[in-house]
């Protein structure tokens, strides 16, 4: 029996281990709670969720919330069915991250690439931080947030790689550093390491908030805008011409806290590029340069056309996002030659894990649904003034997306918005201003934490968030000060509307 609980979620710590136990016990006995034991064992199955999701870096978050997930149905809170439905309508999100992502990995070189130019060339951090989030705003109104993620989260990967590579196979020269003995060597290296670290937690995190500011403003920023899109009859220039009074102002609110933040070094931001680490990244990108063979410079102009071909044929919705996803792996992959099974294999490697996750996450809405855990907030939004709505709407959306899947909660809110609408207890005008209120509520708010930005736990879960210490806490830290402006700011617009 000892061993099994040391074998038990891995080497995770044990007060950790002893915790899942104990939800895996607590939940059974709140079922049994007469008339309301299943309501309350939902919302504990929630919170038990968000617990594994906060503490990501400890234990991955597939294993205790999937343990958690297989109890529920067992206790009959979801059926398989229902996640079954729940998956199906979050079918396209899937394949986005099953093959978009997969499809990003074959353009890492180009990526590297074009930001290693950008970070050498551009040596103040206010703009290059501000470079990151335009960048990363413009991208994401046309492509999925979780697509953009995966590039910036490619960049920092590329970036750590070249600098761990190049210093742990030197030692820093004397004229570098005279500091005497090997000890302070490597106590200055240490302190480099912990700077670059906080300088590529502080630019991935700008580029993160970036794909929000974008992906609020169009049809294809989000998932749900689609969704929401669709139940209005709205189609591209409509949708962005209806939510600009909102997402423009965001936007500049959103690039200003950009400058205030770092300029005052304020929630771990403000660390710049050791000029060690710029050394050594100039230094491997002249080196790249000057081996770079004609084969690569035509695989470099592949992975560009792929770009320009991925970025006109998600604009105009030439077929679903994954599927766009699949057709850039097999373009780049034929083009360039890659055609052994684990060299394509290990560009799926990174999506996967939390492709699985987002399965189980699903699960969890799945008993959101079927408990009506959310039901009691809607019934009491409709019962305030119309007047009020429009504001109510975006709170409640953006507390619940903190806490739950903006995807599934701007489905909640627009479905019934879409009944009371179709039943004419509201008016056209009326219903396109709650459409607003639902989807600049889903999109804004939810940065303040992982659970309702997928593309943040994209990040926290990625393979970069180790190497540069960004934790589940950091992480909420570092989003605060947009949390505040982007709420603030989008609440006085959709109040104003």
């Given at each position: 029996?000892?061993?099994?609980?040391?074998?038990f979620?891995?080497?995770?710590?044990?007060?950790?281990?002893?915790?899942?136990?104990?939800?895996?016990?607590?939940?059974?006995?709140?079922?049994m709670?007469?008339?309301?034991?299943?309501?309350?064992?939902?919302w504990?199955?929630i919170?038990?969720?968000?617990?594994?999701l906060a503490?990501?870096?400890?234990?991955y978050?597939?294993?205790?919330?999937?343990?958690l997930?297989?109890?529920?149905?067992v206790?009959?809170?979801?059926?398989?069915?229902?996640?079954?439905?729940?998956?199906?309508a979050?079918?396209?999100?899937?394949?986005?991250?099953?093959?978009?992502?997969?499809?990003?990995?074959?353009?890492?070189?180009?990526?590297?690439?074009?930001?290693?130019?950008?970070?050498?060339?551009?040596?103040?951090?206010?703009?290059?931080?501000?470079?990151?989030?335009?960048?990363?705003?413009?991208?994401?109104?046309?492509?999925d947030?979780?697509?953009?993620?995966?590039?910036?989260?490619?960049?920092?990967?590329?970036?750590?790689?070249?600098?761990?590579?190049?210093?742990?196979?030197?030692?820093?020269?004397?004229?570098d550093?005279?500091?005497?003995d090997?000890?302070?060597?490597?106590?200055?290296?240490?302190?480099d390491?912990?700077?670059?670290?906080?300088?590529?937690?502080?630019?991935?995190?700008?580029?993160?908030?970036?794909?929000a500011?974008?992906g609020?403003?169009?049809?294809?920023?989000?998932?749900?805008?689609?969704l929401?899109?669709?139940?209005v009859?709205?189609?591209f220039?409509?949708?962005?011409?209806?939510?600009?009074?909102?997402?423009?102002?965001?936007?500049?609110?959103g690039?200003?806290?950009v400058?205030?933040?770092?300029?005052?070094?304020?929630?771990?931001?403000?660390?710049?590029?050791?000029?060690?680490?710029?050394?050594?990244?100039?230094?491997?990108?002249?080196?790249q340069?000057?081996?770079?063979?004609?084969?690569?410079?035509?695989?470099?102009?592949?992975?560009?056309?792929?770009?320009?071909?991925?970025?006109?044929?998600?604009?105009l919705?030439?077929?679903?996002?994954?599927?766009?996803g699949?057709?850039?792996?097999?373009?780049q992959?034929?083009?360039?030659?890659?055609?052994?099974?684990?060299?394509?294999g290990?560009?799926?490697?990174?999506?996967?894990p939390?492709?699985?996750?987002?399965?189980?996450?699903?699960?969890?809405?799945?008993?959101?649904h079927?408990?009506?855990?959310?039901?009691?907030?809607?019934?009491?939004?409709?019962?305030?003034?119309v007047?009020?709505?429009?504001?109510?709407m975006?709170f409640a959306?953006g507390?619940?997306?903190?806490?739950?899947?903006?995807?599934?909660?701007?489905?909640?809110?627009?479905n019934?918005?879409?009944?009371?609408?179709?039943?004419?207890?509201?008016?056209?005008?009326?219903?396109?201003?709650?459409?607003?209120?639902?989807?600049?509520?889903?999109?804004l708010?939810?940065?303040?934490?992982?659970?309702?930005?997928?593309?943040?736990?994209?990040l926290?879960?990625?393979?970069?968030?180790?190497?540069?210490?960004l934790?589940y806490?950091?992480?909420?830290?570092?989003?605060?000060?947009?949390?505040?402006?982007?709420t603030v700011v989008?609440?006085?617009?959709?109040?104003s509307?």
């Open positions: 029996m000892s061993s099994l609980f040391y074998n979620l891995g080497n995770s710590p044990v007060w950790y281990k002893k915790s899942i136990i104990g939800f895996l016990i607590l939940n059974p006995l709140l079922v709670i007469p008339d309301v034991g299943y309501t309350v064992a939902g504990a199955l919170v038990e969720f968000i617990f594994t503490l990501a870096l400890k234990c978050p597939l294993q205790p919330g999937g343990l997930v297989l109890e529920a149905i206790l009959g809170l979801t059926s398989p069915e229902a996640v079954k439905t729940e998956i199906m979050n079918f396209e999100v899937i394949l986005l991250l099953m093959f978009m992502v997969a499809g990003i990995y074959f353009m890492k070189g180009l990526l590297l690439f074009i930001f290693t130019k950008l970070l050498l060339r551009v040596r103040s951090k206010i703009v290059l931080s501000l470079t990151f989030s335009i960048m990363a705003a413009i991208l994401s109104a046309f492509l947030a979780l697509t953009v993620t995966a590039v910036i989260i490619a960049v920092g990967v590329g970036f750590y790689s070249v600098y761990h590579k190049v210093a742990s196979g030197r030692q820093y020269h004397h004229h550093h005279d500091h005497g090997d000890a302070s060597l490597h106590e200055h290296m240490r302190e390491l912990e700077t670059f670290r906080g300088f590529l937690r502080s630019l991935l995190m700008h580029g993160a908030v970036g794909t500011l974008g609020v403003a169009t049809l294809v920023g989000e998932p749900q805008n689609l929401i899109a669709e139940k009859g709205w189609d220039i409509t949708f962005f011409m209806h939510v600009a009074p909102v997402s423009i102002p965001v936007l500049i609110a690039l200003a806290t400058v205030v933040v770092e300029k005052f070094r304020l929630f771990g931001y403000g660390n710049k590029l050791p000029e060690v680490v710029y050394s050594i990244l100039k230094e491997y990108d002249e080196h340069a000057k081996k770079r063979t004609k084969n690569q410079v035509t695989q470099l102009w592949i992975q560009g056309a792929a770009a320009v071909f991925l970025v006109i044929a998600l604009a919705h030439l077929a679903p996002v994954g599927l766009i699949l057709t850039i792996i097999v373009l992959t034929a083009l360039n030659g890659i055609t052994e099974e684990h060299q394509i290990h560009a799926f490697e990174e999506a996967l939390f492709t699985s996750l987002l399965v189980v996450f699903f699960a969890v809405v799945a008993v959101i079927d408990q009506h855990l959310f039901t009691p907030i809607i019934d009491w939004v409709f019962a305030q003034s007047q009020a709505q429009p504001l109510i975006f959306n507390l619940l997306s903190v806490i739950s899947d903006n995807v599934f909660v701007a489905t909640v809110y627009i019934e918005v879409k009944a009371a609408y179709d039943a004419g207890n509201i008016t056209k005008e009326h219903f396109e201003l709650l459409a607003v209120a639902v989807n600049t509520g889903t999109n708010p939810s940065v303040a934490t992982p659970n309702g930005q997928a593309a943040f736990l994209f926290l879960t990625s393979a970069i968030a180790p190497l540069i210490r934790s806490g950091k992480m909420v830290v570092m989003a605060l000060p947009y949390t505040i402006v982007l989008g609440a006085v617009c959709v109040a509307l």
